[in-house]
T-cell receptor, first 114, second 114 residues
Framework: SQQGEEDPQALSIQEGENATMNCSYKTSINNLQWYRQNSGRGLVHLIL?????REKHSGRLRVTLDTSKKSSSLLITASRAADTASYFCATDPYSGGSNYKLTFGKGTLLTVNP | DAGVTQSPTHLIKTRGQQVTLRCSPK?????VSWYQQALGQGPQFIFQ???????QRGNFPDRFSGHQYPNYSSELNVNALLLGDSALYLCASSPDGSSYNEQFFGPGTRLTVL
């Protein structure tokens, strides 16, 4: 079952614009990660935010986490055509014990037009 | 430094057959996780191997089994293939399998069941 749900399912913007993707999840988490996937190939880790953090930056990426609303957002600033990819949020649900799996959403397909 | 490698890249099988997929983790990583990604969906956790043992399993039938070797490489075996097993199979490695660590993904094996 999918824990996270990304919104929107697809997003098309022009180069230079900002792109915002949202992720909602259902249960308490230990942390949330964002991954990127080009053309159905392997996933690349972008950023990890822990449940006690509210905002994190990495280059042109900004991630926020609101645990009270069970949601996260990924902002890509000054987008480039090379940012075209699918973006997934992945959660580590808190289970009270050891958990080693990540639960992914269905992803947002971002298209950046030159 | 080689990243995560998977073989083969593509595979075509018929219903009822058996398949073995292989994964070599990133250098220095001792934990391997396997994910199944159906078309248009996010990856779904199959299981994780650590110290040659299955440490955690997702919601997959016993037809899915695995193995980890002393050099940390891993295999995913699927018996009695069904059409619904057609998917991209992703292998991910990490230093200790903790969900607090980023997962490094391989390029995947595209399995088609006819």
């Amino acid at each position: 079952s999918q824990q996270g749900e990304e919104d929107p399912q697809a997003l098309s913007i022009q180069e230079g614009e900002n792109a915002t993707m949202n992720c909602s999840y259902k249960t308490s988490i230990n942390n949330l990660q964002w991954y990127r996937q080009n053309s159905g190939r392997g996933l690349v880790h972008l950023i990890l935010i822990r449940s006690n953090e509210r905002e994190k930056h990495s280059g042109r990426l900004r991630v926020t986490l609101d645990t009270s609303k069970k949601s996260s957002s990924l902002l890509i600033t000054a987008s480039r055509a090379a940012d075209t990819a699918s973006y997934f949020c992945a959660t580590d649900p808190y289970s009270g014990g050891s958990n080693y799996k990540l639960t992914f959403g269905k992803g947002t397909l971002l298209t950046v037009n030159p | 430094d080689a990243g995560v490698t998977q073989s083969p890249t593509h595979l075509i099988k018929t219903r009822g057959q058996q398949v073995t997929l292989r994964c070599s983790p990133k250098s220095g990583h001792d934990t391997v996780s396997w994910y199944q990604q159906a078309l248009g969906q996010g990856p779904q956790f199959i299981f994780q191997y650590y110290e040659e043992e299955e440490r955690q399993r997702g919601n997959f039938p016993d037809r899915f089994s695995g193995h980890q070797y002393p050099n940390y490489s891993s295999e995913l075996n699927v018996n009695a293939l069904l059409l619904g097993d057609s998917a991209l199979y992703l292998c991910a490695s990490s230093p200790d399998g903790s969900s607090y660590n980023e997962q490094f993904f391989g390029p995947g094996t595209r399995l088609t069941v006819l």
